[in-house]
Nanobody, 121 residues
Framework: QVQLVESGGGLVQPGGSLRLSCAAS????????MGWYRQAPGKQRELVAT???????NYAGSVKGRFTISRDNAKNTMYLQMNSLKPEDTAVYYC???????????????WGQGTLVTVSS
């Protein structure tokens, strides 16, 4: 069974940086697209950034220029480098994976459990 496990969240001051990681466990053959979503209190979940297996990236306008998404296909791990953090970046950040193929199964979509990022002085 494949699981997505996020790590790296925490409390940071405005202007600071954090790096989130998302590791996909299991015997994985390929993952088409991985991405980060976030959900702030009282708000809907929103896309932060995505990256395909070929390296194509997409960012929400609110994080463009501050956040960088990357992935290591060999390790089935994705990262989100967050710089110049603002209080409005406070949210639970979720890892997402589309079209996950293992040696025995195919998963259209998977989600991680989320990691909390709090930006506050």
């Amino acid at each position: 069974q494949v699981q997505l496990v996020e790590s790296g969240g925490g409390l940071v001051q405005p202007g600071g940086s954090l790096r989130l990681s998302c590791a996909a466990s299991g015997t994985i053959f390929s993952i088409y697209r991985m991405g980060w979503y976030r959900q702030a209190p009282g708000k809907q979940r929103e896309l932060v950034a995505t990256i395909t297996s070929g390296g194509s990236t997409n960012y929400a306008g609110s994080v463009k220029g501050r956040f960088t998404i990357s992935r290591d296909n060999a390790k089935n791990t994705m990262y989100l480098q967050m710089n110049s953090l603002k209080p409005e970046d406070t949210a639970v950040y979720y890892c997402n994976a589309l079209q996950v193929v293992t040696t025995t199964n195919r998963y259209p979509e998977l989600w991680g459990q989320g990691t909390l990022v709090t930006v506050s002085s």
